[in-house]
Nanobody
Framework: QVQLEESGGGLVQAGGSLRLSCAAS????????MGWFRQAPGKEREFVAR????????EYADSVKGRFTISRDNAKNTVYLQMNSLKPEDTAVYYC?????????????WGQGTQVTVSS
């Protein structure tokens, strides 16, 4: 079992930046692909970014490409989402996820989420 805990959310003005962190615990982080998703009020959860194991391969949603960067520190069992040039439409609860595969869209574990609010 893997536990995921997100942090780093908050309120920021449009054009600003935030860095989200997701710390994994409970089992080895080794071999797990990691992802970030978000869910805005009244909308379905959507894919934001993912990173494979050990970290060379990444993928982004078109809506965040060029603004967000996903990375991981395997020694710290932590994955990050650097968010720059934030827009009001980025407002959502952001969730971290882990897949029992080096590269996958099928996620087995989820965090509780962290709120990101971007004011105009």
């Amino acid at each position: 079992q893997v536990q995921l805990e997100e942090s780093g959310g908050g309120l920021v003005q449009a054009g600003g930046s935030l860095r989200l962190s997701c710390a994994a615990s409970g089992r080895t982080f080794t071999g797990y692909a990691m992802g970030w998703f978000r869910q805005a009020p009244g909308k379905e959860r959507e894919f934001v970014a993912r990173i494979g194991w050990p970290g060379a391969r990444t993928e982004y949603a078109d809506s965040v490409k060029g603004r967000f960067t996903i990375s991981r520190d395997n020694a710290k069992n932590t994955v990050y989402l650097q968010m720059n040039s934030l827009k009001p439409e980025d407002t959502a609860v952001y969730y971290c996820s882990a897949a029992r595969s080096t590269w996958s869209h099928a996620y087995d574990y989820w965090g509780q989420g962290t709120q990101v609010t971007v004011s105009s």
